[in-house]
């Protein structure tokens, strides 16, 4: 039921306003109860996916429940615990789940503060701290499943050059698996559509969510979170200076979080030109 949520939230941006409401409040009444750790990321995740879906609306809620401190105070404990043998993150473990958790916070980050609740409007460095801590996680996860799909691909190359009968009766097996899991998450986003009564009759009309390739996409898979980072604090020093000063402050006496945002918005200059690269190449 969870991931329903998510998927209504992000595949309906703009389109489920009054839905964010008994949404959020359902999220925060079963986080309350729940000792599950993985249910736990599910349902902030609700919230995180409600407050990048309409940020000021999804604060009110929680500003209305009395519940700004708690929730985000109980966030930051989840983002910024990491398991102790491998010193990732404890909670949030999918690439997917921290961009989520990113791009929330960096919507709280792009609003202006007289647009936030004391709580928030004061906390602006704790919101940075938490951003760069996910955004780092994730950096480095992305960079190990490349490394490793890079070697499964070699592997898959000599071994098929050796012996083809197994091999093949193994890819029709996780070919198998990978097709369940997505027709799962089609069912999932038809049935989202139907709480809006937008059920359509052609199948066909599942492809502009999800491609045929063996990953399930997403609405926010086109958000180039690193990127956005970089242009939030860009436009921070003219639209809010006194905001810029404030962060700059805390970052100067915080080197690990100063050399991780470094780190992360020179991966975003990387990303950037990269970009510019692929787009001039396709323009020829």
């Known amino acids: 039921a969870a991931r329903l949520l998510h998927v209504v ?23 309350a109860t729940t000792e599950s750790a993985h249910l736990k990321d599910s349902l902030v995740c609700i919230v995180a996916n409600a407050i990048y879906y309409n940020p000021i609306l999804a604060i009110q809620v929680l500003s209305a429940a009395g519940a700004v401190q708690s929730f985000f105070s109980g966030w930051f404990a989840m983002i910024m615990v990491n398991r102790v043998k491998t010193g990732r993150m404890k909670h949030f473990r999918r690439i997917h789940d921290k961009k ?11 609003l202006p503060e007289q647009s936030l609740p004391q709580e928030l409007a004061a906390s602006s460095h704790l919101l940075l701290a938490g951003v760069v801590h996910v955004m780092s996680s994730m950096k480095e996860q992305e960079e190990m499943a490349l490394a490793e799909a890079d070697e499964d691909e070699d592997d898959e190359g000599e071994e098929a050059d050796e012996e083809e009968g197994p091999e093949e009766e193994a890819d029709e097996d996780n070919e198998d698996g990978e097709e369940e899991d997505e027709e799962y998450m089609k069912k999932l986003q038809r049935r989202a559509r139907a709480l809006l009564g937008q059920e359509s009759d052609n199948e066909d009309s599942d492809d502009q969510f ?75």
């Open 9 to 31: 939230l992000q595949v309906c941006r703009g389109h489920v306003d009054r839905w964010v409401e008994p949404y959020v409040k359902l999220a925060m009444l079963k986080l």
């Open 210 to 284: 999800f491609s045929e390739d063996e990953d399930v996409s997403t609405p926010i898979d086109s958000v180039e979170p690193y990127i956005l980072l970089a242009d939030i604090l860009a436009g921070m020093t003219t639209l809010a200076p006194s905001r810029h000063q404030t962060l700059a402050a805390h970052l100067a006496a915080d080197e690990p979080v100063r050399t991780s945002l470094q780190a992360l918005v020179a991966h975003a200059e990387e990303q950037r030109q990269q970009r510019e690269k692929d787009l001039a190449a396709a323009d020829k």
């Open 100 to 110: 989520v958790v990113a791009l929330a916070l960096m919507s709280i980050l792009a």
